[in-house]
């Protein structure tokens, strides 16, 4: 798990229950990305909260979800603005 810390104290990470979070601080959670299937049984991922693209299609799960991951460390786990 990648945690960006800024001089501020603020941390970005995207989450998984690697590290209890809590005992760093408050949290605050927000959605980066919703992975669905389309009607053909296709599966995106669509970064659109936090301004990214939509990625795919893949025909599994999992790879929509390496693909999620890829993205957001490469783009959105970045300095913040």
Known sequence: MN????????????YNEKIDLSTIGPLTIQ?????????????WADLGPVDGPRLGPFHI?????????DWLTAHWLTALP
């Open 3 to 14: 945690l960006l810390i800024t001089t501020a104290g603020t941390v970005r990470c995207v």
């Open 61 to 69: 799960r999992s790879a929509a979800l390496d693909a999620e991951l």
């Open 31 to 43: 959605r980066g990305s919703h992975v669905e299937p389309d009607r053909d049984g296709r599966w």
